[in-house]
């Protein structure tokens, strides 16, 4: 059964290049420039959700995160922060991510932090 990853991205582009090498090497990608899929996370059952720090919403991405982290339903979700942010590593451990994906980012370091979370 292929790994489900959910993943919101605030620029169309990236979000667009992240869902072709994600489907490529084999993951179920939900791919979004909202945080709607967040509100159906148990029908979707991901094993990794990737955010971005700046989507587009009431919420930013380490908001997002920090919910699901707090959540008993959702707690054990693993959850990557994505920014070009050079505070991501900060952001990240502050809102209890599990990793977090500097951007621009390298494909096959964004493949090996998937890999190591899915």
Excluded: R, W
């Amino acid at each position: 059964m292929k790994k489900k990853v959910v993943l919101i991205q605030d620029n169309v582009d990236i979000l667009d290049i992240m869902d072709h090498v994600l489907t490529d090497e084999g993951y179920d990608v939900t791919a979004s420039l909202t945080t709607d899929p967040i509100d159906n996370i148990e029908e979707i059952e991901p094993d990794v959700v990737i955010v971005d720090d700046n989507i587009k919403g009431n919420k930013k991405g380490s908001e997002v995160i920090e919910d699901l982290k707090s959540d008993s339903e959702t707690e054990d979700l693993s959850a990557v922060l994505t920014s070009t942010s050079p505070d991501v590593p900060k952001k990240a451990k502050e809102c209890n991510a599990d990793d977090y994906i500097e951007k621009p980012f390298d494909i096959d370091q964004m493949l090996e932090v998937v890999k190591k979370n899915a």
